[in-house]
């Protein structure tokens, strides 16, 4: 079970960061991404972290404003969104699963909605 956390209302230019809490037995053996899906539209990819955290990859958009980290020990995988504009108004979700991939994983959380205002 993924519980996802600490979406809100912000204007342009502020900052968020989102939390994702696990409840798996070994959270270091899973990949966690964050993906958004914007109002009207398909539920895109934002950012993946590796089971260690020693490797990220973001989609084009969140490059230099959006930082994905993980913390094995409190099962937690964040996202800190600085520079927000108001195409990143989304609901958030964390997604889980225990093989590299782009789309397809295993497991979602329930989602945190971002809405910045300009």
């Known amino acids: 079970q993924l519980q996802a956390s600490g979406g809100g209302l912000v204007q342009a230019g502020g900052s968020l960061r989102l939390s994702c809490v696990a409840s798996?037995?070994?959270?270091?053996?899973?990949?966690m991404a964050w993906f958004r899906q914007a109002p009207g539209k398909e539920r895109e990819f934002v950012a993946r972290?590796?089971?260690?955290?020693?490797?990220?990859y973001y989609t084009d958009s969140v490059k230099g404003r959006f930082t994905i980290s993980r913390d094995n020990a409190k099962n937690t995988v964040y996202l800190q969104m600085n520079s927000l504009k108001p195409e990143d108004t989304a609901v958030y979700y964390c997604?889980?699963?225990?093989?590299?991939?782009?789309?397809?994983?295993?497991?979602w959380g329930q989602g945190t909605e971002v809405t910045v205002s300009s």
């Open positions: 972290v590796s089971r260690s955290g020693g490797s990220t």
């Open positions: 997604a889980a699963d225990s093989t590299l991939r782009a789309t397809g994983y295993a497991y």
């Open positions: 798996v037995r070994t959270f270091s053996n899973y990949y």
